[in-house]
């Protein structure tokens, strides 16, 4: 007992009763009672170890639940807003507030093709860019943003880059449809009609035998066929001219 008339059990006296209930009520063997004694302090800090451990995970998960739900109903006020321009001010909020939660990248998407509606490329690359690096790579979302940031390098002028990450796409599951299509259309427009039919044929096997789809690169593999099978003819031609032209200036 101390001075003020409370008890105070030292720590030899805690572990000894400890020992002994091991031993003789709960019926411990005697040579794992003998680990026990020879050990307890390791055995208390560990088990302190496992209580601070257990506390700081529940917490985080209670922290990450409750920012979760928090993020959501965040994203659910923004978009019921009717005025356009305070609607983009909220969805800036829930991106900056809840950055890597769903809500957040959906709110920053949001943002993102606005900018992109708008002409300004420039900033929708980078504004795509920073998203992509909030995601993680198993990340289902990750593919269409990608797509999305090669729209975007295309209309700021950085067509080779653009390319790429077309060509990039096309080899993702899922993806060899649009990515080979968006690859042929540009290539296309570059004059390269050559491989943008490689990527339409591409494309074409990678879409059902019936469908929209289907019918429609069919007409624009044959009409790009026929305009590739022409330029080729007449190159030819234009070559056997210049040399029988060569042929006659010699004789």
Do not use: C
């Not at 949001?110 to 790579?137: C, M, P, W």
């Not at 080779?160 to 060899?176: I, Q, S, V, W």
């Amino acid at each position: 007992m101390t001075g003020d008339g409370t008890f105070q059990i030292r720590k030899g006296d805690y572990r000894k009763r400890l020992i002994e209930f091991l031993e003789h009520e709960l019926n411990f063997h005697p040579k794992l009672v003998s680990f026990i004694r020879d050990n307890i302090r390791y055995i208390e800090i560990g088990l302190v170890i496992f209580v601070i451990v257990l506390i700081s995970w529940t917490s985080w998960d209670y922290y990450h639940h409750l920012r979760m739900v928090n993020s959501s109903n965040a994203l659910t006020k923004a978009r019921a807003i009717d005025d356009d321009a305070a609607r983009k001010e909220e969805m800036k909020t829930v991106a900056a507030e809840y950055s890597g939660t769903a809500s957040g990248t959906w709110a920053a998407l949001y943002l993102a093709h606005d900018i992109f509606a708008r002409g300004d490329f420039e900033t929708a690359v980078k504004s795509y860019r920073n998203i992509l690096d909030q995601l993680g790579s198993d990340n289902p979302a990750r593919l269409p943003v990608t797509y999305r940031l090669a729209l975007a390098l295309e209309n700021s002028g950085k067509t080779a880059e653009a390319l790429n990450t077309y060509r990039g796409l096309a080899a993702a599951k899922g993806f060899a449809y649009l990515g080979n299509l968006a690859a042929g259309r540009l290539l296309e427009t570059k004059g390269d009609k050559g491989a943008a039919l490689a990527a339409y044929r591409a494309a074409l096997a990678a879409v059902p035998a019936r469908g929209s789809e289907h019918d429609f690169l069919t007409v624009k593999i044959a009409g790009l066929a026929k305009v590739t099978a022409v330029k080729v003819e007449k190159e030819k031609t234009a070559v056997a001219g210049k040399g029988a032209s060569a042929g006659l200036s010699i004789d």
